[in-house]
């Protein structure tokens, strides 16, 4: 059992950065498949960035690919999400989920392991 809890959220205006951080408190992270899912008011949950568990393999969401970086540190059993030029729709709760599979996948359902949510809300 993977326990995994964010870190990072908060206010930024428009064009600002953000770090998300995600720790591992029970578990080991160094095999899974890593991600980062959004949910904004009134939307369906989406993936936002993935990562394999060597860190060679990445994934973005279009919108936010050149702006988010994702990754991770096996050692110190966390996941990173770099947000940079962040703009208003980007404004979401924010989960780290892990996978025991192999691949990255876009889809939640496939995820095992998730965070409480982190709450990030980009004003114009």
């Known amino acids: 059992q993977v326990q995994l809890a964010e870190s990072g959220g908060g206010l930024v205006q428009d064009g600002g950065s953000l770090r998300l951080s995600c720790a591992a408190s029970?578990?080991?992270?160094?095999?899974?498949?890593m991600g980062w899912f959004r949910q904004a008011p009134g939307k369906n949950r989406e993936f936002v960035a993935g990562i394999s568990a060597s860190g060679g393999s990445l994934k973005y969401l279009d919108s936010v690919r050149g702006r988010f970086t994702i990754s991770r540190d096996n050692a110190k059993n966390t996941l990173h999400l770099q947000m940079d030029s962040l703009k208003p729709e980007d404004t979401a709760t924010y989960y780290c989920?892990?996978?025991?599979?192999?691949?990255?996948?876009?889809?939640?359902?496939?995820?095992?392991?998730w965070g409480q949510g982190i709450q990030v809300t980009v004003s114009s």
């Open positions: 029970s578990g080991t992270i160094g095999s899974l498949v």
């Open positions: 989920a892990a996978r025991a599979g192999w691949g990255i996948t876009f889809n939640g359902l496939e995820y095992h392991y």
